[in-house]
């Protein structure tokens, strides 16, 4: 047995070691994907080809080949390799890997990447742990995450590191992994006499969206449960991947960044009145596990800022669909939630009552908090009489068209406009008695 660079841990033999382990690329030339990266003349490659080793952080969704290139990076560059998960390991750890990584390059003048898979999970105090062994140049860190580093790693860190941003792998890249590891005869699983039709590595790929770990874990599973003939062969077709594959995983977080990126599709979906697309990342959210209370929510906030008064049915609908969701649950609400999304999409849109209040809250929270008017304070006291509280008022229904010559506003803010109809649905004729009233007060 093998054992690890720095500890004593054997190393599982191939046979029990997982397809997608097994098939990890050991040079840049198995590399799949992320050619922005390190295809010829990019950055990254550049970096390693001319042995400049920096402390860099690889973000970018699970199964793209995070760990996988820091260990090519040091592979490529002749550097020692020390890593751990974030998820088993403290600062303890990290301070006797570190110890042992100084030790090697004292002892043999070789640099140490350190890698740190899913480092978004630990927290400043030990994410601090880094800084003095990276400027001491005791290390070379290389961090993994799923989440934006702008939010799970902290300030001092991210200057220090370089974030390379890592993308889903594309339908055909994952489809020629798979097709690798059907013909690796040391590695793979050429001993199984595999035949794999087109269209079942592509529905496989398209199954494991991006994820190349996920591509090769469902192929070492389904080859494993195929039939054997005479001859010892095995055909995996479309028909039979379906059987053994009843449905696919979606890529999403509730808590991570997709989650914040598909509720952002479908919102400006609806804005742009796009109902096809948002009646898609509807379906993306709903299908992959999210509340749909928390897009019910959603919707009804969208119906006010972006709708408003240009059709307020809008809002209507929406704490209809609230209702209705909270009352059915998944799957049944969800036509409910499409029903409005589809009108929302339709419906004219109007940001001015959203534009209004946020006008509104910024003159309340930067000027003086002027007094309320006299005449708009009521009396119900002889003191407050005695002080002019509610003299003058007028009662809005005893006037002509029920509109009193008298402003509402604090005298320092006398004349503000805050709420601007546009012209599309309900708001002109808004505006047109907005604007009647207006003409009866001067």
């Not at 660079?5 to 030339?29: H, I, K, Q, W, Y």
């Not at 800084?131 to 001092?156: K, Q, R, Y």
């Not at 059709?311 to 669909?321: G, K, N, S, V």
């Not at 009521?378 to 008022?393: E, H, I, V």
């Amino acid at each position: 047995m093998t054992r690890s660079l720095f500890g004593d841990d054997p190393v599982a033999p191939l046979s029990s070691t997982p397809l997608a382990e097994r098939m990890r690329p050991r040079s840049l030339d198995e590399y799949v994907g992320q050619d922005h990266l390190v295809g010829p003349g990019q950055p990254l490659r550049r970096a390693i080809d001319a042995g400049a080793l920096h402390s860099l952080i690889l973000w970018g969704p699970p199964g793209t080949g995070k760990t996988t290139l820091a260990r090519v990076i040091a592979a490529a560059s002749g550097a020692e390799f020390a890593g751990f998960s974030a998820v088993t390991s403290g600062i303890k750890e990290i301070k006797e890997v570190i110890s042992r990584a100084d030790y090697a390059r004292r002892q043999s003048g070789r640099r140490t990447i350190f890698f740190v898979d899913e480092i978004h999970r630990f927290n400043k105090a030990q994410q601090d742990a880094f800084l003095p062994h990276i400027e001491s140049g005791a290390v070379v860190l290389i961090g993994a995450t799923t989440e934006n580093p702008s939010f799970e790693v902290n300030s001092a860190l991210l200057s220090r590191s370089k974030v390379y941003v890592l993308q889903p792998l594309a339908l055909d890249r994952v489809v020629a992994i798979l097709e690798r590891a059907l013909v690796d005869a040391e590695r793979g699983l050429a001993a199984l006499l595999v035949t794999a039709e087109p269209e079942a590595l592509t529905s496989l790929a398209r199954y494991a969206n991006g994820d190349a770990r996920v591509a090769l874990n469902l192929l070492e599973q389904v080859t494993a449960s195929l039939a054997v003939d005479q001859r010892g062969h095995r055909v995996l077709d479309a028909a039979t991947l379906a059987a053994l594959i009843e449905r696919r995983a979606l890529l999403y977080d509730k808590t991570g960044d997709e989650h914040y990126n598909i509720i952002s599709a479908l919102h400006k979906s609806i804005r742009n009145s796009d109902a096809d697309a948002a009646v898609y990342w509807l379906a993306r959210m709903l299908e992959a596990g999210e509340d749909p209370m928390y897009v019910a929510r959603r919707l009804v906030r969208f119906a006010s800022e972006d709708i408003g008064n240009a059709d307020p049915r809008a809002l209507q609908l929406a704490i209809a669909a609230k209702d209705a969701t909270h009352f059915l649950g998944m799957p049944e609400c969800n036509a409910a939630l499409a029903q409005l999304v589809i009108y929302l999409a339709a419906s004219p849109k109007s940001n001015a009552a959203y534009v209004a209040y946020t006008s509104a809250a910024k003159d309340a929270l930067q000027h003086e908090a002027a007094p309320v008017p006299l005449h708009l304070r009521n009396a119900p006291t002889a003191l407050m009489k005695s002080l002019d509280f509610g003299k003058d008022y007028k009662y809005s229904h005893d006037e002509p068209d029920a509109v009193a010559d008298m402003s509402c506003l604090p005298e320092s803010l006398a004349g503000r406009r805050y709420y601007k109809p546009t012209e599309r649905g309900l708001e002109p004729k808004l505006r047109d008695a907005l604007d009647r009233a207006r003409r009866r007060k001067t």
